[in-house]
């Protein structure tokens, strides 16, 4: 669990960040993306986006190496900015990198706000995320990193929901950390950068710790029927070429986001998924959470 002391752990999981009042003037953040292609996983990932409920600067940058682009929307193709430009997409289509390390470095290099959120293609963001984790690191100042060590975790296809449980695991995609503060991203076929999270660990900036339960706001999805390029063997072009003949879903150049209603477009996207996670948390108990995320989804 890093360096910290079991009081400092039992105050981390008493922190309520919904009364939490800023200590100066709300941080900027930059949730970074990196993808290739998977254009119907994409949608879910920026729909997640658009409901977060933080309040402060937030923007969310995709990095896509796929063989064709993506493209944003049909009123501009690369970026669109909401809210008088407090929040805004940016979708960059580059040439391939050689491996997940590079592509990670090449994307965190160019964040410019106080901190940095990895946000991953094929997993889900309650709304509450950003705001959660950006409140911790406010408060606790002298750590780097904030990483809970619990998140749900789905399995089954997009369509085809079976499971849905929260467990603990060393799963990156919910961490948030102080820009500049990262290491070079050196594990270049790991899906999850070990060498980064190592690293805070050692030098005691890492806030790692179990929230409660309904304050989980990370969502990993296991077993989304499509390969990840770590699993494949990068090093070597035979097992990247079978990767990639399985991971074909490119848009064919249509838009992710509609021209207009983004935010009932994310709710109709995210629907099927927060209910049935709602519908889990109601069978353990945790009534009020099922009520939040289904109220999160709920038509206007």
């Known amino acids: 669990m890093g360096k ?4 400092f752990l039992k105050v981390l999981q008493n922190f309520d960040y919904r009364s ?7 941080p900027s953040v930059t949730c970074t993306c990196i993808t290739y292609g998977r254009w119907n996983r994409m949608r879910y990932a920026l729909a997640c986006f658009l409901l977060q409920d933080y309040p402060g600067s937030r923007r ?30 940016q979708l960059v289509n580059a040439p391939h990198f050689p491996n997940l390390g590079s592509k990670r470095q090449k994307i965190v290099d160019e964040v410019t706000t106080q901190f940095t959120a990895h946000w991953e293609d094929d997993d889900l963001y309650l709304p509450w995320h950003l705001l959660y984790m950006i409140s911790v690191l406010d ?36 961490m948030v950390f102080r820009a500049g503060t990262s290491v070079p991203y050196v594990d270049g076929t790991r899906s999850i950068p070990l060498s980064l999270i190592d690293d ?18 990370y969502v ?16 070597h072009a035979r097992a990247r070429k079978n990767w990639e003949r399985t991971n074909r879903d490119f848009g064919d150049g249509k ?39 289904s109220l999160s989804v709920k038509e206007l």
């Open 60 to 89: 969310l940058h995709i990095l896509n190496d796929a063989k064709k682009p993506l493209v944003l929307s049909a009123k501009n193709p690369s970026e669109l900015s909401f809210e008088d430009g407090r929040v805004v997409i």
């Open 4 to 7: 910290l002391d079991l009081a």
């Open 20 to 26: 939490y009042k800023f200590k100066s003037p709300l």
């Open 200 to 217: 805070y660990v050692k030098r005691g900036k890492m806030l790692l710790w179990i929230p409660k339960p309904d304050w989980i706001s």
């Open 255 to 293: 838009p992710l986001l509609p021209s207009e209603n983004v935010i009932e477009w994310a709710k109709d996207v995210l629907r099927e998924s927060f209910l049935f996670i709602a519908s889990k948390a109601r069978d353990k108990g945790l009534a009020s959470l099922a009520n939040t995320i």
């Open 139 to 174: 408060n606790f100042r002298e750590h780097e990193c904030a990483k809970p060590y619990r998140g749900w975790r789905m399995e089954g296809d997009y369509g085809k929901l079976d499971k849905c449980y929260y467990a603990n695991g060393k799963h990156d995609g919910g």
């Open 220 to 235: 990993f999805r296991l077993s989304d029927g499509v390969r990840h390029l770590s699993k494949s063997g990068t090093r």
